[in-house]
């Protein structure tokens, strides 16, 4: 199966604070995204990668940045949190299943909480 | 309008009943359509995906496409407590790169 890690499950930070959110996948797929998750918005992208050191903003990318200096690892950054980026985070990545099919698959999440 | 409409629920079924889950998109365009079920506090896991029109079956789960009416469901039959969930449905404009976007989910409650 394909597992899509991320390295912190719960974070709490402070307005101003930098913040990493880290993400590892273990099946070799060039694609990786970054979503966020709130009640009543649903998911929405904030920035994926199609190969290494490549991006592309997402719906929402204001505020956020991200890095891809490896296939396996994408990383979100918040360079000064603010409290409307509490949410949970989530990473995921695609590619082709036994089946052929291209799907996307999640890593558990991340909760932010900036205080 | 949101590129991708759900009905935000709850939808109540006794267990044993089909459940049906709707789900209306705006881009003509699409190609490629999924279904995700979310359990509380969990991220998203696919349970099915359809490319053309008509149903594609999948033990209890049913996924059906309307390309004309840019409406796709899904039915789940014989549904148990266990199926009680939030269902996303996510909507791609082709089908190679999956950029998808994402209905904010429908939330199913299975009673026994």
């Known amino acids: 199966d394909v597992k899509v890690t991320q390295s912190s499950r719960y974070l709490v930070k402070r307005t101003g604070e930098k913040v990493f959110l880290e993400c590892v996948q273990d099946?070799?797929?060039?694609?990786m995204f970054w979503y966020r998750q709130d009640p009543g918005l649903g998911l929405r992208l904030i920035y994926f990668?199609?190969?290494?050191?490549?991006?592309e903003k997402g719906d929402i990318p204001e505020g956020y940045s991200v890095s891809r200096e490896k296939k396996e690892r994408f990383s979100l950054i918040l360079e000064s949190a603010s409290t409307n980026q509490t949410s949970m985070y989530l990473c995921?990545?695609?590619?082709?299943?036994?089946?052929?099919?291209?799907?996307?698959?999640f890593g558990a999440g991340s909760r932010l909480t900036v205080l | 309008q949101k590129e991708v409409e759900q009905n935000s629920g709850p939808l109540s079924v006794p267990e044993g009943a089909i459940a049906s889950l709707n789900c209306t998109y705006s881009?003509?365009?699409?190609?490629?359509f999924f279904w995700y079920r979310q359990y509380s506090g969990k991220s998203p896991e696919l349970i099915m995906s359809?490319?053309?029109?008509g149903d594609k079956e999948d033990g209890r789960f049913t996924a059906q496409l309307n390309k004309a009416s840019q409406y796709v469901s899904l039915l789940i039959r014989d549904s148990q407590p266990s199926d009680s969930a939030t269902y996303l449905c996510?909507?791609?404009?082709?089908?190679?790169?999956?950029?998808?976007?994402f209905g904010t989910g429908t939330r199913l409650l299975v009673s026994p």
């Open positions: 990668s199609y190969d290494v050191k490549m991006k």
């Open positions: 996510a909507v791609n404009r082709n089908t190679g790169f999956q950029k998808l976007v």
């Open positions: 881009d003509r365009v699409s190609q490629s």
């Open positions: 995921a990545s695609s590619g082709l299943n036994p089946s052929g099919a291209n799907v996307l698959t």
């Open positions: 359809i490319y053309s029109n």
């Open positions: 099946m070799d797929h060039e694609n």
